[in-house]
């Protein structure tokens, strides 16, 4: 019988379970009743149960197998709602061929109800499914335990829009933002090219006639202050918030940090002829600045030259809060291809936690990495930790066997483990243990590492039909945001939207906390008139992260005018702009 993925799980749940739920938070107290017993061979059938109803198609089996299915008094821990009981389902570990299909009542209550999903010994985990308000659903690849049950109730509650700044990208007062980044108090760094006088909401307008622009907005989104800081350049790359209220910004040449008044810091030289281009950095408790990017050419950050690779390689530096360079390594490819570094976050304890692609072997510290079994379609994915040296501690590999994983988001959760979110396209990316999704629509899968070691922790979480957009970005939790692939999503916590627009295309946030569960989702349809004249109205998500309170900074190009609720009204006018919205309880 050939194995499916275990994500692929569908459920549905029946009225005659409600009676048996209790108040979840209060431990239901379920009482053990005798199995029930029914042979099914590869013809098929149906077994019932208390309300249950367990579908299993032709040709899942391949022989004569007796199912058994029996309502459990366990009542397990974690990070969830139980709802319902707790059904084991026998033979343990059988696996299906054709996914086999699940039948339950919804039960009373549930405020964003899911199915959660674990093999005999191994921790339940959220595994999603659809649901009409009645019923819940999904497949059920192999057997195991399982019940329904709710998120934990969200951090500092509900998440709303309570405020926003807009500006056009072109003309008269134009600050077309290019990137966006998180400060250590909350508040949020942008950057961008500019031209005339630009409100900036805080009364603070940039000198200088056009060119780029650095803003440093605290927690409130009033502007702190604005530094031009070259005209006409567009080879700025990124840019972080510094703990004593600072900011700093790179280009492929050099790292500038200014103070919290927007005076001039430190800078970082980028010599030996070569160029470094920063794709993300951050800083950790004791103000030391990590930047991580890819590479061409000779460099030399000012620890010595690092000469020209074979393929593209990538560069680790650690720079201390006193602007001094602590050290700068260079990863490059084992033969000619491509190393690349995108994301960099603090590390439980100290160092940094780094995260990118490679398309041939590379050794970050630890021995070779692998290289993808295809490497001119595919590229494995690397997660690394390094102390706050810059010295190597562990490194692992995701081998993507097929198709393209992108990581777009690196987080330390709640529980201490390394979490990682991955956009993916298309459906034929397989991770050694069956396809993601067996459509073209794209989607996001989240991963688990044990922050010691680099373990791989549980099984990947995926979603189908949401494709990430904009930088990835680095937080306490794992955010993105992107378009809807299909009409309606289930992050795990229902469809979103909760009216499905005729077509996909909706602009969308979704926020993972401890142990990758869902904390927040919600999503925007676009929609187009054909007139005349013709109109439009959507969002393009381009940035997001972490913001005061649990909440987040979102970035968005928008066109036409649109209600985000919390009496916050987007208008893009004719043309487009750029909104930066803050998100909070």
Known sequence: MRLRSWWTVRVFVACALVAACGDAKEEPKDEPTPPTRSIVGPEGGTVEYEGLALEIPPGALTEEVEISIARTTDSPSGNFVRLSPVFRFEPDGLEFAVPATVRFPLPDGARAPGIYWASAGAPFERIGGTFDGETIAGEVSHFSEGFVGDPPESKGGALRPVSSMTWPTSGEGHFQVWTLSATPDGGVVAAGQYGGEVDLGGGVTPPGSGGWMLVRFGPDGAARWSKEIVGGSTNFTTTTGLPDGGAAIASHKNIVAFDAEGGDAWRIDVKGG?????????????????????????????????????????????????????????????????????????????????????????????GLLPAPQNPRFSANVHVARFDTSGAHVWSTSIEVKDGKLMPASLAVDDAGRVALLASYDGGKVDLGEGRLSEDMHGGIVLLSFAPDSGERVGSPTVISGARAMGRPVAGAELFTSGTLQTPQVDFGGGLVPADPPENPGAGYVA????????????????????????????????????????????????RGEMDLGGGVVLSGGEGQSVALLRFGP
């Not at 620890?303 to 530096?317: C, D, H, T, V």
């Not at 490819?333 to 398309?359: C, I, K, N, R």
């Not at 906390?513 to 393009?540: C, K, Y």
């Open 511 to 558: 926020v993972f906390g401890a142990e990758r569960s869902l904390r927040f989702s919600h999503a925007w349809p676009a929609w187009i008139d054909e007139g005349p004249p013709m109109r439009m109205n959507d969002l393009q998500p381009r940035a997001i992260v972490p913001g005061p309170e649990g909440g987040f900074w979102w970035l968005v190009m928008v």
């Open 274 to 366: 070569g160029e470094a281009w920063t794709a993300s950095m951050t800083t950790d408790g004791a103000g030391r600045l990590a930047a991580v990017g890819i590479v061409n050419g000779e460099v030399d950050f000012g620890g010595g030259a690092f000469p020209p690779q074979p393929g593209q390689a990538s560069f680790l530096l650690v720079v201390g809060a006193d602007g001094k360079l602590g050290n700068a390594v260079v990863h490059g490819p084992a033969d000619e291809g491509m190393v690349s570094h995108e994301l960099v976050a603090p590390a439980p304890g100290g160092g940094f936690l780094v995260a990118g692609t490679h398309t041939q072997e590379v050794d970050l510290g630890g």
